[in-house]
């Protein structure tokens, strides 16, 4: 198996549940994480990755870490100095149309989106709202591209879009898709030849339904044209995810991979779980597992079955664990605090 891994976490892209998957895998195989300096959640974002930010990096000693997966803006030869050169890249991609609509509703309090009601309000006169020199930009425009390290205000024409995507193809060996999560698990575990347990998981900070709305044709299409480059990125690598699949796997294998991790989940979810999944923040009753609300967005979360065995227990609670409780648990456990 793999151990040595650089996940660049894009927002609001299921990236939450990978994070847990890492985090889960690196704690079974006491691999060591690049922790943001002071055991903080994000890599100094919304500034590009610098290897200074990590807890515990020296430029006089040649320590590595084996998992870089916080939240950081990507530049590559600063995170060449933290991992080894044998770490495996990748990422996860989503559909910038539902991208844009989920941070609009959970960054709310961006400068671009604080005085509109509605999406299309901001997408009928985007540049009323929208500063490019705002330090809370990305939010509002082609996030991804920022997240990768481009400028989202970026030229559009063909050339420069595809020098970014060979730039991206370049630093990373794949990339998921968020709406075809399950296949990209299989895909996944595949690279990086690890077990199916190590890439079941349950559905982490997503948002509760009531705060969802469908979007009308004619937004769908100004979002499209507003986040070009993000447009460009995803129907890119949402090509050469599925020609590597082809390639790699066959459409049959995955069929059945797909399957089994299906199986194995609602396994799992009857395992570990009251009742049939998540549920809303209000009806969380360990405080330890209720996920950070954010923005206007309602968080789920999850119960766990009582009177489980203390390795169920464990297994199950690793699970439903969200980001920020995990992260400094680790962060604790890596960098245990001096003995009063």
């Given amino acids: 198996p793999k151990t040595d891994i650089v996940f660049l976490k894009v927002h609001k892209s299921a990236s939450s549940t990978v994070m847990n998957i890492l985090f889960r895998f690196g704690e079974t195989h006491n691999l060591t994480f690049a922790f943001p300096q002071g055991g903080g959640f994000q890599l100094y974002y919304p500034y590009h990755f610098l290897a200074r930010f990590v807890q515990g990096f020296s430029p006089r000693s040649p320590r590595r870490f084996n998992i870089l997966c916080h939240h950081m803006r990507f530049l590559q030869p600063e995170v060449q100095k933290v991992v080894p050169s044998s770490a495996v890249y990748f990422s996860i991609l989503r559909n910038p149309v539902q991208l844009m609509e989920s941070s609009f509703v959970y960054y709310k309090g961006a400068s671009a989106f604080s005085r509109v009601r509605s999406l299309e309000e901001f997408l009928s006169q985007p540049y009323r709202y929208y500063n490019p020199a705002s330090g809370d930009r990305h939010y509002a425009r082609n996030l991804m591209t920022f997240d990768f390290g481009f400028n989202p205000d970026g030229d559009v024409s063909p050339e420069r879009v595809q020098l970014m995507l060979k730039?991206?193809?370049?630093?990373?060996?794949?990339?998921?898709?968020?709406?075809?999560?399950?296949?990209?698990?299989?895909?996944?575990?595949?690279?990086?030849?690890?077990?199916?347990?190590?890439?079941?998981?349950?559905?982490l900070n997503t948002r509760d339904s009531s705060t969802k709305s469908p979007l009308p044709d004619s937004v769908v299409e100004k979002l499209k044209a507003w986040n070009r480059l993000d447009w460009e990125i995803y129907t890119h690598f949402n090509?050469?995810?599925?020609?590597?699949?082809?390639?790699?796997?066959?459409?049959?294998?995955?069929?059945?991979?797909?399957?089994?991790?299906?199986?194995?989940?609602?396994?799992?979810?009857?395992?570990?779980?009251?009742?049939?999944?998540?549920?809303?923040?209000?009806?969380?009753?360990?405080?330890?597992?209720?996920?950070?609300?954010?923005?206007?967005?309602?968080?789920?979360?999850?119960?766990?079955?009582?009177?489980l065995d203390e390795e169920l227990e464990r297994t199950c609670r690793r699970l439903v664990t969200p980001e920020l409780q995990y992260s400094s648990l680790l962060y604790k456990k890596q960098f245990p605090p001096p003995p009063p």
């Fill in 167 to 203: 730039a991206i193809e370049a630093s990373f060996d794949f990339l998921l898709i968020s709406e075809y999560f399950d296949e990209s698990m299989v895909l996944l575990k595949e690279m990086l030849c690890w077990d199916l347990d190590s890439v079941v998981s349950f559905p």
């Fill in 239 to 307: 090509r050469t995810f599925w020609a590597r699949i082809e390639r790699d796997i066959g459409r049959e294998r995955m069929g059945r991979e797909v399957k089994a991790l299906r199986e194995r989940q609602a396994e799992l979810a009857r395992t570990c779980l009251q009742g049939t999944g998540s549920v809303a923040p209000k009806d969380i009753q360990d405080s330890s597992l209720r996920p950070l609300q954010h923005g206007g967005a309602r968080i789920l979360g999850y119960n766990l079955k009582q009177g």
